[in-house]
């Protein structure tokens, strides 16, 4: 028998979301339904705030499923990380 995953304050049990392969915490209100701005990715001065996403990428799917549940949230940062370190390059290269 598997142990469902917890939340970080092992309170809340999380649900992993099979269609995206990420982690949805369901006392958040991601998973109770829209942002209540309308939006489902927020950007603020200092955070960005993910209400409700839906990956149907098959490569992005498939990379993060690879990967622990555990560790899908900081391998989905990073990921975020790279491939924008890598378009800022990319425009700077063309602005040239």
Do not use: C
């Not at 960005?48 to 990956?55: A, F, M, T």
Request: glycine content about 4%; overall charge negative; charged content about 25%.
């Amino acid at each position: 028998m598997s142990e469902e995953p917890t939340s970080p304050d092992a309170s809340t049990p999380l649900r992993i979301d099979p269609s995206t392969a990420l982690r949805v915490n369901p006392s958040t209100p991601a998973a109770a339904g829209p942002s209540p701005v309308g939006r489902p990715v927020e950007v603020s001065d200092a955070t960005v705030h993910i209400h409700e996403l839906r990956i149907e990428r098959s490569n992005i799917v498939s990379y993060l499923g690879k990967i622990a549940p555990e560790k899908q949230e900081i391998a989905l940062v990073h990921a975020l990380e790279v491939g924008i370190t890598e378009l800022i390059a990319r425009r700077e290269r063309f602005q040239r």
